[in-house]
């Protein structure tokens, strides 16, 4: 009832509509698991009981028990039926906060700055591959987009679950591990995927100019001047680093760099036949926005978030009803937006990924 009285306008000041694809995420959630809405019967057929299911409402946005069991199925789906028994690496991608509302709007350039991400990730694999005499290999991945931050925030940032390695085929195709990436590997590619993001803007029209193409749901966004992760970038795609950042840049020993606002971050690896670990690194990378028991009221009616870690101090960020819904329709992802996508060896189009996918051997109890 409350989300029916909501206006349509949920910026203070802003004229602009809510979407409508955010707007039926909101009326459909309110109808999930409700048995006036629909329900399936289920009879056992040797004591007679009966059952009733209420129809969910198979959103991917806002809805905590259809994320959650989205979550879980496609976790082991992709254990049991996807990912080859090899080593496996995530990759995490955080983009700066300007660059992050640009792809939070336009799905075209967030898939685009994905595959650069995905291909300099790759091309380092098949270089090291390429120094050990292995011509020709391939490797692949699986990534997911993520909206969210911690503090049910507009965050955009990838996880690529990569192979950590390369297929080469011979008499068989056989699978070759990569050496683990050093902070200078790491440094180089977060400065090979700047410049490529910097020329992917600048042939789009996004660097120069103040009008940006508007999105899928005819919104139309702004922005005066270049993003600030180019300052130090200049025509030919060159990163100047400042002394400080030549220092931290020497003396980086972690698998995490920054860069520009660019952070990549690689220390999270899976051992082959640990199907455990990787089942719950799928389930982290698809996990949904907010969990349903972190939330509480307020004795004033406020909404409070307890926060998985505390940040700036604070365990609890507390928001007014309308806030806490403006918080999580900016979560929504827009329509033919996946959030699941594969790469390389693992895409459907692979002619390889008959022979690299796992294939089933009957179904596993849970």
Not at 99 to 104: D, E, N, P
Not at 128 to 147: C, D, H, M, P
Not at 171 to 184: I, N, V
Request: charged share 25%; glycine share 6%; proline share 7%.
């Amino acid at each position: 009832d409350a989300l029916k009285r909501v206006p349509r306008s949920w910026l203070d000041g802003d004229e602009e509509a809510l979407p409508r694809y955010v707007e039926q995420e909101f009326r459909k959630y309110v109808k999930c698991g409700v048995l006036a809405c629909g329900f399936a019967r289920a009879r056992c057929k040797r004591c007679g009981a009966d059952i009733l299911v209420a129809f969910s409402c198979k959103r991917r946005g806002i809805c905590p028990s259809c994320g959650a069991r989205r979550m879980a199925n496609t976790a082991a789906h992709l254990v049991d039926h996807v990912l080859p028994d090899v080593p496996l690496r995530q990759w995490v991608l955080s983009v700066p906060f300007d660059l992050g509302l640009l792809v939070a709007r336009n799905p075209r350039l967030l898939t685009a700055v994905l595959r650069l991400f995905v291909d300099v990730v790759s091309k380092r694999h098949r270089a090291k591959a390429a120094s050990s005499g292995l011509e020709g290999a391939k490797t692949g991945a699986i990534s997911f987009v993520q909206r969210f931050g911690s503090a049910l925030n507009l965050h955009v940032h990838f996880h690529v679950l990569a192979l950590d390695g390369v297929y080469a085929e011979g008499e068989s195709l056989s699978f070759r591990p990569s050496p683990p990436p050093s902070a200078s590997d790491i440094q180089s590619l977060t400065i090979a995927l700047l410049r490529r993001v910097r020329a992917l803007l600048k042939r789009r029209g996004l660097i120069g100019t103040n009008a940006l193409p508007s999105d899928s749901a005819g919104q139309q966004a702004h922005l005066a001047e270049a993003p600030a992760f180019l300052a130090n970038v200049d025509d030919k795609g060159h990163v100047t680093l400042s002394p400080p950042q030549r220092k931290r840049r020497r003396e980086a020993e972690s698998s995490a760099v920054e860069t520009c606002g660019f952070s990549v971050d690689a220390s999270v690896r899976i051992s082959a036949g640990d199907s455990a670990s990787r089942e719950r690194l799928c389930r982290y990378a698809a996990r949904h926005p907010f969990a349903i028991e972190r939330l509480s009221e307020t004795t004033d009616g406020r909404i409070a978030y307890r926060m998985k870690k505390p940040r700036r101090g604070k365990r609890f960020i507390v928001l007014s009803p309308i806030a806490f819904l403006r918080r999580l329709a900016a979560l929504v992802p827009p329509p033919f937006y996946p959030l699941i996508r594969f790469h390389g060896v693992l895409a459907p189009n692979s002619k390889w990924r008959s022979r690299v996918v796992r294939v089933s051997t009957g179904p596993k109890s849970r």
